[in-house]
């Protein structure tokens, strides 16, 4: 049974870079679509961008110029840098996939709640 | 961007209740819309894909309906694990975007 982990800092300062990382375990990270998700406290669900395993990416135009997603296909790993950080990226950040366009979400990490604060 | 706009915000139900909730999309969508369940502190769990397909070993009290712009989620008959905040989302294209939820309590 395929299962996603995130990992990374719970605290971040203003102004500086958030970076998490999502492992797949039981399962390869070819052939699919992995993505961040996150979930400010209280609110709706914000998707945030998705990398092939090839390395191809795909962003939320909102987070654009701020956002990169990487991947290790040999860590069977892949990774979020989102710079310039403020308040407002305070979230439960999630990692998920899916398999083709048009596909759902099918299966999410526990989620990671990362907060900005001095 | 695609807005998925969810009604209610929120409701109250007893068990054994049958209730829906309602997605609209700002376009057509086609089918490309899914549904997910989210209890406090866990994550989203896929629930119905494609509008009306049940992802496997959910109960099959839930079902999903619905294409182009108007979806709904049904629940038969509603059971103590069902109080959660359900969210629809559009797999249509990027920016993937989902609805604000509806959490559903207990009367």
């Known amino acids: 049974q395929v299962q996603l982990q995130e990992s990374g800092p719970g605290l971040v300062k203003p102004s500086e870079t958030l970076s998490l990382t999502c492992t797949v375990s039981g399962g390869s990270i070819n052939s699919y679509y992995w993505n961040w998700i996150r979930q400010p406290p209280g609110k709706g669900l914000e998707w945030i961008g998705y990398?092939?395993?090839?390395?191809?990416?795909q962003y939320n135009p909102s987070l654009k110029s701020r956002v990169t997603i990487s991947i290790d296909t040999s860590k069977n790993q892949f990774s979020l840098k989102l710079i310039s950080v403020t308040a407002a990226d305070t979230a439960v950040y999630y990692c998920a996939r899916f398999k083709r366009g048009g596909d759902a979400f099918d299966i999410w990490g526990q989620g990671t709640m990362v907060t900005v604060s001095s | 961007d695609i807005q998925m706009t969810q009604s209610p915000s929120s409701l109250s139900a007893s068990v054994g209740d049958r209730v829906t909730i309602t997605c609209r999309a700002s376009?057509?969508?086609?089918?490309?819309l899914n549904w997910y369940q989210q209890k406090p502190g866990k994550a989203p769990r896929l629930l119905i894909r494609g509008a009306s397909s049940l992802e496997s070993g959910v109960p099959s009290r839930f079902s999903g309906s619905g294409s182009e712009t108007d979806f709904t989620l049904t629940i038969s008959s509603l059971q103590p694990e069902d109080f959660a905040t359900y969210s629809c989302q559009q797999s249509y294209g990027t920016p993937y975007t989902f609805g604000q939820g509806t959490k559903l309590e207990i009367k």
């Open positions: 990398i092939y395993y090839t390395g191809s990416t």
């Open positions: 376009q057509s969508i086609s089918s490309y």
